[in-house]
């Protein structure tokens, strides 16, 4: 389990890009995107270099990980 903490999201229509983007970075695995923490959950094998970079060229920005 991986989990990120991303700025920049403030509705639904982020939440669907995130989520877009980081399946596609990690075909396979669970996406949750909490909206009101910020924080991104990826369950599965993900790499989280190419979670991060997908995100960050979806236009958001990851700042940091979370506990
Ligand atoms: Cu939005």
């Known amino acids: 389990m991986l989990k990120l903490k ?6 639904g229509g982020c939440v669907s890009s995130v ?10 695995s669970k996406v949750s995107v ?6 991104v959950a990826i369950d ?4 989280r270099q ?3 970079s997908a995100i960050e060229d979806a236009g958001y920005d990851v700042i ?3 506990a």
């Open 6 to 11: 991303v700025a920049g999201m403030t509705c």
């Open 19 to 28: 989520t877009r983007a980081v399946t596609a970075a990690a075909p396979g």
């Open 34 to 39: 909490d909206l009101k923490s910020g924080e």
């Open 44 to 47: 599965g094998a993900a790499s």
């Open 50 to 52: 190419a979670v991060i």
């Open 64 to 66: 940091g990980e979370a």
